[in-house]
């Protein structure tokens, strides 16, 4: 018996008020899914677009040397 089989089978000995909360928490198994996948991908966008925006900045000059920004102690 599969898991779609047993689950019937538990639906069937359940009352009518009780497969209305079985399916409330099926809606919302399906909801949290597809908002981790949105997030997944914003997250990967996000990504993409910082790597983007940063391709060939090392290749620029720096306004500032290592001299620049050493702290210096009398």
């Keep these: 018996m599969?898991?779609?089989?047993?689950?019937?089978?538990?639906?069937?000995t359940?009352?009518?008020s009780e497969h209305?909360?079985?399916?409330?928490f099926v809606e919302y198994l399906k909801?949290?899914?597809l908002r981790r996948k949105q997030s997944e991908e914003?997250?990967?966008w996000g990504q993409f677009s910082l790597e983007s925006a940063m391709r060939g900045?090392?290749?620029e000059p720096g306004?500032?040397?290592i001299e620049d920004i050493k702290e210096q102690f009398q």
Excluded: F, R, W
């Design 14 to 16: 359940m009352p009518d």
């Design 63 to 65: 306004l500032y040397g």
């Design 42 to 44: 914003d997250s990967q």
């Design 2 to 12: 599969n898991t779609v089989e047993k689950i019937l089978e538990h639906l069937k």
């Design 20 to 24: 209305n909360e079985v399916l409330d």
């Design 57 to 59: 900045i090392e290749k």
């Design 31 to 33: 909801t949290s899914a």
